[in-house]
């Protein structure tokens, strides 16, 4: 089963169903980003499209970081089929039944099961195996931890990756994005637009979206080549530098430059420097009223119009469009910090 497979209630389509593995820890927001989008497409879609039910590792329930116990509908031992199955956690902690919940997991993969880990369920679908070779979402601070212990990911620091049949998210509002992009693809984009809405969210961040990442963090997990080329490009985003000049700064061919990126961004210095940039200019979008020209110009863009074909082709949708929908929800005003806001880890 894919992810994206079609869900049509209307057309007596069984609704899909939702298996929800919780494994302390696991707070109520981590569950609410998991199943309210379902929910609310439920209600707002007039239509069971999906039926989601809690598992525990044991059937029992399952203690909340705040105190208090969420009672669940059975065991994960119990579970025959689903046609996916999410995996809940703040943390992957592994205690003395995690070689248990390891083969459970495996059983499960072996009758066509959909997955989907969020920050801590990522980790038990590695241990499990599950994501071997697969495009795989982490959280930047255990980015390190991941390529240690997992090298047989494609580690990714976007917000959440959406390969085949195996869903990740790098945290919890990540995965309140790509359940919500499930929903586009599998009801509607009108549908998952609502729902959205019903969140407060102006818009579903597309899965590429870099993580927020603090300069420090950035700095201290790069080879030391390509923290100086990042510290360059973030130095010189209203004049950008070719490839070549930023070689030369930081004492480095282009070729050597080029393979630095590659092998440890996944991503060429050029589409890098140009994503930065962008990202910059949709904070000064939705947080300012700065002109849109203006803005495209002090983000290293020659016109107006390059700017906008640049951010629409990253965004899918236009500088002005984006504007407008941060003024409908009243999240534009000026804010001082967006200028300085430090820029984001690139995506795989």
Known sequence: MRWDRPVDAE???????????????????????????????NRLGGQRFYAVHLVSADGAPVALPGGGRLSVGGSLS???????????SDLHQPDANAADIVSQLKRI????AAFCGNRGGTGWLAAAGLLDNRRVAV???????????????????????IDADRLTASSSQATLDM???????????????????????DRIRPGHEKQAVPASSRISQHPPKLNEA???????LEEPLGSDEIAEC??????????????????????YYQELRLERARQLIVRTQQSIVQIGLSCGFSSGSHFATAYRAHFGIT??????????????GTDPRAAGAPPTEPSC
């Open 11 to 41: 057309r007596g389509a069984q609704p899909l169903d939702v298996a929800v593995l919780l494994l302390p820890p696991v707070s109520l927001g981590t569950l609410g980003a998991i199943v309210d989008p379902f929910v609310e497409a």
């Open 78 to 88: 119990a579970l025959v089929r689903c046609d996916a199955l999410v995996v809940a």
């Open 109 to 112: 993969a072996r009758v066509g």
């Open 139 to 161: 959280h930047w601070e255990d980015m390190t931890l991941y390529r240690e212990r997992h090298p047989e990911l494609v580690l990714c620091a976007s917000l959440y990756e």
């Open 179 to 201: 359940m919500l992009c499930v929903i586009a693809q599998q009801v509607s984009p009108r549908l998952a637009d609502n729902v959205a809405r019903q969140f407060g969210l």
């Open 230 to 236: 990042l510290l360059v490009m973030e130095a010189n």
């Open 250 to 271: 930081v004492g480095i061919s282009r070729r050597q430059l080029e393979r630095l990126f590659k092998q440890n961004l996944d991503i060429l210095p050029s589409r």
């Open 319 to 332: 500088p002005r469009e984006d504007r407008s929908r941060a003024t409908l929800t009243g999240s534009q």
